[in-house]
């Protein structure tokens, strides 16, 4: 698991996880051999999305928002912690996800919008150009605290307007839609993130099996990674990039 940070001059990896299934963490054997600390416990990887957030948001990172894919937008506990951090955040969730504050499923919901409210933006640069959706957000009635607001936010595609993805959104109460927008294409950054890791500094090319191998490769390809970032953004003068 990473954590990317993206900025308006480029993104990196800010920190890194290693997510072990039950069958490794039950077996202290098997952990053993593999120089896994004898503290480790399982944990879902929303609670290790969780850890990697509070030592960023803790160290005082300054993150505007927070975005993720539906593994971590599903978790219940990941999104109460966020708004008790007072943590604004755009995370997926599947169109089945029932929002307790419409009483409906999100699907269900933005079925009820009317063609009027879907505005065409782009969700960012892409490898051909701006990726243009239709999108729409919803305004749910959730306690929140004071000038604090949620949302449903729902991209529909262009080529087929069956196909939606769906956002649970939690933000200052003045955000517009095209900030939320923003938010949820700086997702796409992680990607970017994989493959220009993969590529420049070989974030893929270990063959280790054991606990400490693993965490001194990926955390100096990481370091590596962020570095050339910080390069990059200097010698393009800040340039702003796709998370403006």
Do not use: N
């Not at 480790?40 to 993720?68: I, M, N, S, Y």
């Not at 951090?85 to 499923?105: C, D, F, T, W």
């Not at 200052?172 to 220009?196: D, K, M, Y």
């Amino acid at each position: 698991m990473f954590l990317a940070y993206a900025a308006p001059a480029g993104q990196a990896f800010i920190d890194r996880a290693l997510y072990l299934p039950r069958s490794w963490t039950d077996d202290p054997g098997r952990c053993q051999g593999a120089g896994v600390p004898a503290d480790v416990r399982f944990a879902t990887k929303p609670q290790l999305a969780r850890d990697l957030l509070e030592r960023a948001l803790d160290a005082h990172v300054p993150a505007a928002w927070v975005t993720a894919d539906e593994v971590y937008g599903q978790d219940p506990g990941l999104r109460g912690w966020l708004q008790e951090r007072g943590q604004p955040y755009v995370l997926a969730i599947k169109r089945s996800e029932r929002l307790e504050a419409a009483g409906l499923s999100a699907e269900r919901l933005a079925s009820q919008v009317p063609a009027e409210r879907w505005l065409r933006l782009s969700a960012g640069d892409g490898a051909k150009g701006h990726r243009f959706y239709d999108w729409t957000h919803i305004p749910l009635a959730g306690s929140s605290p004071v000038g604090m607001r949620q949302w449903l936010l729902v991209r529909r595609s262009l080529r087929d307007p069956s196909e939606l993805a769906f956002y649970t959104c939690f933000g200052p109460a003045g955000t517009s839609l095209a900030r939320l927008v923003a938010v949820a294409g700086c997702r796409w950054s992680i990607e970017a993130g994989f493959q220009t890791a993969k590529g420049e500094v070989g974030l893929d090319h270990y063959e280790v099996r054991r606990w400490p191998g693993w965490h001194r490769h990926i955390t100096l390809a990481l370091l590596a990674h962020a570095f050339l970032a910080a390069v990059r953004a200097d010698a393009t003068d800040g340039q702003r990039g796709p998370c403006s």
